[in-house]
């Protein structure tokens, strides 16, 4: 069973900043592609950024510049650098695993931006 499972949500004040991770087997994260999305109450999910198995990044817009994604390979391990965060990233975070027509989903990591 594949498992991947999040970490590094919080409370965090406007301005500030967290860090996520996503620990996952060896075995798919040598072979995947990894990503974060996340979703607001009431809202669909979205993308928020991903990374290739050779390391190329996407990111949604509204986050380029705040937010970095990485991955490393010895800990199997995903990571989601947020700074400057702002109220309107206040949402549960997911971590994704995607090959072909396959995806794989972590239980998400809330994180709320509030004053």
């Known amino acids: 069973q594949v498992q991947l499972v999040e970490s590094g949500g919080g409370l965090v004040q406007p301005g500030g900043s967290l860090r996520l991770s996503c620990a996952t087997s060896r075995g798919i994260f040598s072979f995947y592609a990894m990503g974060w999305y996340r979703q607001a109450a009431g809202k669909q999910r979205e993308l928020v950024a991903t990374?290739?198995?050779?390391?190329?990044?996407n990111y949604a817009d509204s986050v380029k510049g705040r937010f970095t994604i990485s991955r490393d390979y010895a800990k199997s391990t995903l990571y989601l650098q947020m700074n400057n965060l702002k109220p309107e990233d206040t949402a549960v975070y997911l971590c994704?695993?995607?090959?072909?027509?396959?995806?794989?989903w972590g239980q998400g990591t809330q994180v709320t931006v509030s004053s």
């Open positions: 994704n695993a995607h090959i072909l027509t396959t995806d794989y």
């Open positions: 990374i290739t198995t050779g390391g190329t990044t």
